[in-house]
């Protein structure tokens, strides 16, 4: 069965980053998209960006754009978010999806990141 | 860029049927889809490209469409209905993968 299954907790001071994990299995990795998605506390869900596992394409919500790396490890069926110069405003729970077609057919669990001096 | 608009809230009794809108200038073009999220919990997708359920979906939500408003109806609804549900497009602007805000489901 597909599964996406998160690294854990984090806690992070400003201005430093943060590294998280998407382990996926179950099904063939380079066919489907990863995206990430944010959910900061008490809020909606905003999209931050994906990575294509086939070709290694990435994309990226503007407001990301110079804070987010989004890589991929065919091995070990991988993928990671690396979010650098972080603030209290990117405490939220970040979470992978599956992209199947156009929607999200399968979640992460979420990971929970605070940013706190 | 692209919003997608829902009402903060909507409240139901139990066993009646709750309808959860989302509207948006360019949806009668875009594939609408729509998550539950109950508290903790990650989202799962419950309807997509408007009207289909994935598999382990009961029939009681459906999705449709009319205009710039696609609808979210849950038949019978229960206590374990209760959750947060959100619409999502994929668009073409800068920032393609939009949600809406999000609507808070009340089993009264």
């Known amino acids: 069965q597909v599964q996406l299954v998160q690294s854990g907790a984090e806690v992070r001071r400003p201005g430093s980053s943060v590294r998280i994990s998407c382990k996926t299995s179950?099904?063939?990795?380079?066919?489907?998209?990863i995206h990430w998605v944010r959910q900061a506390p008490g809020q909606g869900l905003e999209w931050v960006g994906s990575?294509?596992?086939?070709?290694?394409?990435?994309a990226y919500a503007e407001r990301f754009q110079d804070r987010v790396t989004m890589t991929g490890d065919t091995s070990t069926t991988t993928v990671y978010m690396d979010l650098t110069s972080l603030a209290s405003e990117d405490t939220a729970v970040y979470f992978c999806?599956?992209?199947?077609?156009?929607?999200?057919?399968?979640w992460g669990q979420g990971t929970r990141v605070t940013v706190s001096s | 860029s692209y919003v997608l608009t829902q009402p903060p809230s909507v409240s139901v009794a139990p066993g009646q049927t709750a309808r959860i809108t989302c509207g948006g200038n360019?949806?009668?073009?875009?594939?609408l889809h729509w998550y539950q999220q109950k508290p903790g919990q990650a989202p799962v997708l419950v309807v997509y490209?408007?009207?289909y359920r994935p598999s382990g979906i009961p029939e009681r939500f459906s999705g449709s469409k009319s205009g710039n408003t696609a609808t979210l109806t849950i038949d019978r609804v229960d206590a374990g209905d209760e959750a947060d549900y959100y619409c999502?497009?994929?668009?073409?602007?800068?920032?393609?993968?939009?949600f809406g805000g999000g609507t808070k489901l009340t089993v009264l």
């Open positions: 999806a599956r992209l199947s077609a156009y929607s999200f057919d399968f």
């Open positions: 490209d408007d009207y």
């Open positions: 360019k949806i009668g073009r875009q594939g």
């Open positions: 999502q497009v994929w668009d073409t602007g800068s920032d393609p993968w939009v």
């Open positions: 990575f294509n596992p086939y070709e290694g394409v990435t």
């Open positions: 179950g099904y063939s990795f380079n066919a489907h998209d």
